[in-house]
């Protein structure tokens, strides 16, 4: 099991976060909750594609990932995108560290050589994930096992932006492999309240929804 510690520089957290929320990539709305496609019910909406239209943002967002990369994972050989939102983050973090890339579908190509994995990932090549997004962590370990299984070595994943999710926390420890985020639910939260996105009054709700996303919005 690893016991790999991957710390975050605060302040950088901070501009992700508000970056998010100046773009509307992430939005919160406590007051009318979003719907999810599994019909949960939630105050917070996340799709961070919207960064890759921002050039600023998306340096920062890179840069993150780089220095986290160098001071965390020295000895990574590879670089891969989880698809799809992390395709082109890891693309920007493999050019600046001169690093392999490749990418990991959610399921197998039904045709030609039916690939998981696009690109060429050799046998004990240590290899860091870019996700965007990590929610209960299943589709991010997925991909982290599918590095595993071609032979490879995953050695993280690191992300944009994390939930928090006690579940993604407890899934990620079960197999051993840390992963981390630029930025969280957490620090979005304060940002907002700094920044008067939303209201004092609002944020036990929110943090309700964390530790309980089922249970959210139910009389």
Request: hydrophobic content about 40%.
């Amino acid at each position: 099991m690893s016991s790999t510690t991957i710390r975050i520089n605060p302040q950088l957290s901070e501009q992700i976060a508000a970056d998010l929320l100046e773009i509307g990539a992430v939005a919160l709305r406590p007051q009318q909750p979003f719907t999810w496609t599994s019909g949960l019910k939630s105050p917070i909406y996340c799709d961070n594609r919207l960064t890759i239209s921002f050039h600023d943002i998306r340096e920062r967002i890179a840069e993150g990932f780089v220095t986290l990369i160098r001071e965390n994972f020295p000895e990574a050989e590879v670089i891969a995108g989880a698809a799809t939102g992390g395709i082109p983050h890891a693309s920007w973090v493999a050019a600046k560290l001169g690093l392999p890339m490749v990418y990991v579908r959610d399921k197998a190509k039904g045709h030609g050589k039916e690939n998981l994995i696009e690109g060429l990932i050799k046998p004990g090549q240590k290899t860091v994930v870019i996700e965007d997004l990590i929610s209960t962590g299943g589709s991010s370990l997925k991909v982290a096992l599918a590095v595993n299984e071609a032979g490879a070595e995953a050695l993280s994943v690191l992300g944009i932006f994390s939930y928090q999710f006690d579940k993604a926390r407890e899934a990620f420890e079960q197999v051993g492999i840390p992963f981390e985020t630029l930025t969280n639910y957490t620090t979005l939260v304060n940002v907002a309240v700094e920044r008067g996105g939303i209201e004092e009054k609002d944020v036990a709700a929110l943090q309700a929804w964390r530790a309980n996303p089922s249970e959210y919005g139910k009389a």
